[in-house]
């Protein structure tokens, strides 16, 4: 019996140690990122430009071997969910990501739909303490997100529209050429907010630039933008300042061209998705925009950063990287290694303490509030190869100059955040 009994054991260790050099072999399960974002309709493009961004930076983190964990390394796998440009949609594709394990949610290419999410979240980790999930944000820049509607699952990484809109004024407050201005926007929460500071921040600062014209439009359902720009040419209008993003800003600067129109145009994302291009020369020296980041930023770093991307995604029309979602993927994965695990929370607690750095750029989240704070750049549409223009945008032949670059401390801006914590 002593004699069978051993035989037993000998035979179970042997299976144990098959079994553990099995797992051994087998690769580690992956971190499931859920992309949710429009990938079709009107704003597909954008889209596309947010997963070429989040892949590379995926790429970058599994290439040196994955997030370090206690059970041992995990690769970083990113999944698109398509919102089709709809909140309703967003939601659903939340939802599945979640059903398919995805406890790290990624959106931002509308406001509206980052609040409908980070409201369906919050109840979601309410209910189901065994699947949280945190949402990381890398664009959508209403300032309520973290102001009155902060929450501790929610995350940015972009500045607000306050403090883009602070730091185009920088450069607004010393163009005298400008006596007058248009405030034309998309008509939902972000649109409604740049607009708003607009108003304030040129009421404290250039109260001598008179506001000729002040109008919201629908969010994606305009096609013919002239009847927007004839009124925009017949008010006088020296500059237009505008928060549009994506098909609405290009379709805005394109039929600002065709009707004439010479004045200046103060963005928030003039330099990409086609608004070079379609302004051509009509746009040097008048086309201003803000980022976190610029091609054109001074410095061997952030050069061979550019480099990098346009190497990986050489296609012209791929031209539009944002140092921003590097640094948020960067964030993330050291904040996964430091918690030492994947729990929600301590994922949480561990991102409020992170400090990342970059091709020369760097920044660190505000616990207080989840608001990522990092220096900003304003460039001014020139010609490539013109002094400070190695780079153009999308093989356009014009890139953007910088012009003025706001470190962080000056760029940081109050909140009146009332954190709720688990």
């Known amino acids: 019996m002593n004699k069978l009994r051993r035989q037993a054991l000998k035979w179970a260790a042997a299976a144990l140690c098959g079994s553990a050099a099995t797992a051994l072999a087998q690769p580690a399960a992956p971190v499931k990122l859920a992309l949710v974002e429009s990938l079709s309709g009107p704003f597909a493009n954008t889209g596309e430009a947010v997963y070429r961004n989040l892949l590379w930076a995926t790429e970058r983190?599994?290439?040196?071997?994955?997030?370090?964990?206690?059970?041992?390394?995990?690769?970083?796998?990113?999944?698109?969910?398509?919102?089709?440009?709809?909140?309703?949609?967003?939601?659903?594709?939340?939802?599945?990501?979640?059903?398919?394990?995805?406890?790290?949610v990624l959106q931002g290419n509308s406001s509206a739909t980052a609040a409908a999410l980070l409201d369906a979240i919050a109840k979601h980790n309410q209910r189901d303490s065994a699947r949280r999930v945190l949402f990381l944000n890398y664009s959508a820049v209403d300032p309520q997100l973290t102001n009155e509607?902060?929450?501790?699952?929610?995350?940015?990484?972009?500045?607000?529209?306050?403090?883009?809109?602070?730091?185009?004024?920088?450069?607004?407050?010393?163009?005298?050429?400008?006596?007058?201005?248009?405030?034309?926007?998309?008509?939902?929460?972000?649109?409604?907010?740049?607009?708003?500071?607009?108003r304030r921040q040129l009421a404290a600062q250039r109260p001598d630039v008179a506001i000729v014209g002040d109008e919201l439009h629908p969010v994606g359902r305009v096609k013919d933008f002239a009847p927007y720009a004839v009124k925009i040419k017949a008010s006088g209008a020296q500059a237009v300042i505008t928060g549009n993003w994506g098909n609405d800003l290009t379709l805005l600067v394109k039929a600002a061209?065709?009707?004439?129109?010479?004045?200046?145009?103060?963005?928030?994302?003039?330099?990409?998705?086609?608004?070079?291009?379609?302004?051509?020369?009509?746009?040097?020296?008048?086309?201003?925009?803000?980022?976190?980041?610029?091609?054109?930023?001074?410095?061997?770093?952030?050069?061979?950063?550019?480099?990098?991307?346009?190497?990986?995604?050489?296609?012209?029309?791929?031209?539009?990287?944002?140092?921003?979602?590097?640094l948020m993927v960067e964030a993330l994965a050291q904040a996964m290694e430091r918690a030492a695990s994947l729990d929600a929370v301590a994922v949480a607690l561990a991102l409020e303490q992170a400090r990342v750095q970059m091709a020369g750029h760097g920044g660190f989240m505000r616990a207080q509030d989840h608001q990522f704070q990092q220096a900003l750049a304003v460039g001014v549409m020139d010609r490539q190869g013109a002094p400070g223009v190695p780079f153009d945008v999308e093989g356009s032949g014009y890139g953007f100059r910088v012009v003025r670059q706001i470190t962080a401390a000056q760029a940081q801006m109050p909140t009146n955040c009332q954190m709720l914590r688990p």
Not at 152 to 157: D, L, T
Not at 165 to 193: H, N, T
Not at 314 to 321: E, F, G, H, I, S
Request: glycine content about 10%.
């Open 257 to 326: 061209r065709d009707v004439g129109y010479q004045g200046r145009f103060y963005t928030f994302y003039g330099n990409a998705l086609g608004a070079p291009a379609a302004l051509g020369e009509a746009g040097v020296g008048k086309v201003v925009a803000v980022a976190d980041w610029l091609p054109n930023v001074p410095g061997a770093p952030s050069e061979a950063f550019y480099r990098a991307f346009r190497a990986r995604f050489p296609q012209p029309q791929d031209d539009y990287v944002h140092l921003r979602m590097q």
């Open 149 to 198: 509607k902060c929450s501790f699952w929610h995350f940015r990484f972009d500045a607000h529209a306050d403090m883009r809109m602070a730091a185009l004024m920088e450069v607004l407050r010393a163009d005298q050429g400008v006596r007058s201005a248009y405030l034309i926007g998309q008509d939902y929460s972000f649109g409604q907010a740049v607009l708003r500071e607009a």
């Open 61 to 104: 983190v599994n290439a040196r071997g994955g997030i370090m964990l206690p059970g041992g390394a995990r690769p970083l796998a990113l999944a698109r969910y398509d919102s089709k440009g709809s909140s309703e949609e967003a939601l659903s594709a939340l939802r599945a990501a979640i059903d398919d394990g995805a406890r790290i």
